[in-house]
């Protein structure tokens, strides 16, 4: 336990010096400032709004934040040393998924909480860690894959449009029913349920649902790093 404490404040302290948190604090301030400035009859209907925020926001403080770490890491071979050290690509993966999906979610959370209110807590607050635990999972598989974030920005923003497709149906324009199976619904319908009245079948769906795509991502993203962190061709790596 000492030794994880001891990692994830390694972690924070290298999020903070590359300004993760001033960015995050700056989107709270701006897109919450934002919303307040919309009238309150428009933003009445919180069921529909808030999921919608936490979708799009959400991949930016996640997916890409990742990208960018795992990007630099591989460029100064740290990513490589890493591999030859007593780190599996498992914990890895654990440590940035835990500070980055809390970074994320507190980040999110607050922006509702700013301009909508929270109607449950526990919902919107489950719903907001599943996609953190997603999102930065997909990161990883998808940046190991590459040798810049440059690199990345086109198949990524690919994928997070990819990722988006169930706001169709959650704005009513598409059956919601040709989105059962997306990645996104199950912790979608966790957020709706937080402001629109949660069933039981609505958050066993929410639950169970992201439980297994959070499962088959975690999957991914160690693959991927363990891949990168064999790969010697990084420039600390030779």
């Not at 700013?114 to 907001?128: D, K, N, Q, R, T």
């Not at 169709?168 to 059956?175: N, P």
């Amino acid at each position: 336990m000492r030794r994880w404490l001891t990692a994830v404040r390694a972690d924070v302290r290298l999020q903070a010096r590359h300004g993760f948190y001033a960015a995050s604090a700056f989107i709270v301030i701006v897109i919450g400032g934002l919303l307040l400035t919309i009238p309150a009859d428009a933003r009445a209907n919180h069921g529909l709004w808030v999921p919608a925020l936490l979708v799009v926001n959400l991949p930016m403080t996640t997916l890409f934040f990742i990208a960018g770490m795992i990007s630099l890491e591989r460029d100064e071979g740290t990513l490589y040393a890493l591999g030859v050290a007593p780190v599996t690509a498992g914990q890895y993966l654990a440590l940035r998924m835990a500070t980055l999906t809390l970074l994320a979610a507190v980040e999110t959370v607050a922006v509702a909480w700013l301009a909508f209110g929270v109607a449950s807590w526990p919902l919107l607050i489950a719903g907001a860690v599943a996609m953190g635990v997603f999102y930065t999972a997909c990161g990883a598989g998808l940046s190991a894959r590459y040798t810049s974030i440059n690199q990345l920005i086109l198949p990524g923003s690919v994928f997070v449009t990819f990722l988006l497709l169930p706001l169709l149906a959650h704005f009513g324009l598409a059956s919601r029913g040709l989105f059962l199976t997306h990645p996104i619904e199950p912790p979608l319908t966790l957020v709706r349920a937080s402001y629109a009245g949660a069933t039981a079948g609505n958050v066993a769906f929410g639950a169970v649902g992201s439980l297994l795509w959070c499962f088959a991502a975690w999957h991914w993203g160690i693959a991927s790093i363990a891949r990168a962190m064999r790969d010697t061709r990084a420039t600390g790596g030779r």
